[in-house]
């Protein structure tokens, strides 16, 4: 008969889940399912991540009369891993209601689910519990509790509970500086590792440089990354992970030889790496550096060709991130949220509708969810390109919004001229909760200009101090330009003056957004001391002169026009040309004003030509009027 020596051998020797189920039924035939080290042995063989089953795991215990912490310990660990956090909280639950205690084992995963369900109370009752059982004093379960309150977002009760520590090892240091930094605040976590070194009896360990250097490119403190390479180098055998904070440390705070050489000297080089340094390269604006890089990477996953279509949208090489997405798509690696995303960007960068239509049927027909965050692109992009139906019908269907997708939509509003329905999105955002930040309400503000809405812009403006928001130089713009377009000059040369003061970064594009109302409201004597406003401060900006010369030939005073562009040429102030896309048959065209290199010129001229005859019956325009001289 089957003896229970016997069932941990065949156990031990088991490969597969099928042959498990076959074990497990004999060991039901012979009664052996009560047995605790048979059951143990179960219970560990259906966990491994390689092959395990925790659904068969649970159908297991649930058979036995009496299950031990062990195994409790071993399923909880193994749901908080696999992500089911809940069962995790409930498998504590039930081996308290079975009368076991738990121990240093059971306590740091159940506190990792409650910290990441953001089981606020949850986790104030089980802090509670450890207190009275005695638990707490446990140096495993304490820093357990640190991470816990980290992890809740509750950074005063980690703090309290860390200073009250009587002896802190280097985990609970590192719990504190990877806590501060996982909640965006860094500086607290560089003041935590300069407190463990003053304190002198501990030193950092690889996890405590990992989690500072991430602090330290949060904040762009190359000088403190430095010194920890030099620790590392002096006290520490730098490993993979380290090399690879050190590398995203110097490239995301702008010393690309420094980074490009920790890279070189990688004796192993993992994707991480490789991304860290293309994403480096394409943050200093060395695109074709990046692409070198990346197509000599032996392995690229989702993330790096996401960064590098990401780069070509950021410089808007649109053609070139598209190929590259059709090259991904040859490689077969499936594009995920993110990577779409990036696309519609492009699209929405260059007016591509037909393009960006493809796309979004791409995300359909690959069933990639339209979360808020993609349903946001597409708001954006269908706007961007004139088609706000489509957007609004995007915008309505969402099942889950946010902040961002409704900014999308009321921002869409705004440039497609539906200003009293942009506003009456931001009064329902409002209303259903959601709480507009600093684009939002450049977005309003922006609806306000559009449709000569001043009272309500001035009210918009006033309504962004309950919400603690700061008017950026944006908002100020947007003010400047709806008391502009109301005719209130006066008024909006005085708000320059008092937000800008002498500031010239500031004042140049304020003045030159009411250089503009000066144009159209015909006002020369204003006009004429904003200009020599902006040229007193020297910006060297072609827009002021252009904008000074308009006026001048709205009142047909051509001396002064001929005067303007004069002073233009002696200072060397050159026009910046304009640039207009168009998409025709899914492919985008660009014509520069000026620029008279295009292949098919000669058909372009002649279509106009034709054009002008259309519109104006006779005069025909010189090729000079064409090409924009």
Known sequence: MLGAKSCIALLKACKSMDQLKQIYAQVFRVGLEQSKNVLDKLIVFCIDPSFGDLQYAERIIDFADSRTLLVYNLLIKAFAKEGSLKKSVFLFHRLREEGLWPDNFTYPFVFKAVGRLKAVWEGLGLHGHVMKTGMSLDPYVHNSLLDMYGLLGRVDCMRMMFDEMPEKDVISWNVMISCYVRCGMCENAVHMFHKMLSEGRLCPDEATVVSTLSACTSLKMLELGVEIHHYINENLNPTLIMRNALLDMYAKCGNLSAARRIFDEMPVKNVICWTS???GYINLSKID??????DQSPSKDLVLWTAMINGYVQFNCFDDALSLFNCMQIERIRPDKFTVVALLTGCSQVGALDQGKWIHGYIE???IKIDAIVGTALIDMYAKCGCIEVALDIFHSLQQKDTASWTSIICGLAINGRS???????NEMRRVGFKPDDITFIGVLSACSHGGL???GRQYFSLMEPYRIDPKLEHYGCLVDILGRGGLLDEAEELIKIVAGGNAHVAVPLYGALLSACRVHRNVSMGERMARCLMEMETGDSSVHTLLANIYASYDRWGDVMRVRRKMKDLRVRKVPGCSLIEVDGIIH?????DPSHPKMDDIC????????ILTGSQVLDDTCLLGY
């Open 365 to 367: 027909d690959n069933m």
């Open 590 to 594: 660009e014509f520069l004003v000026g």
């Open 277 to 279: 340094m293309i994403t």
């Open 606 to 613: 002649s279509l106009l030509y034709k054009l002008v005859d």
């Open 289 to 294: 550096e990046a692409r070198e890089l990346f």
């Open 420 to 426: 009293e329905e942009a506003i009456e999105l931001f």
């Open 454 to 456: 001043v009272d309500e």
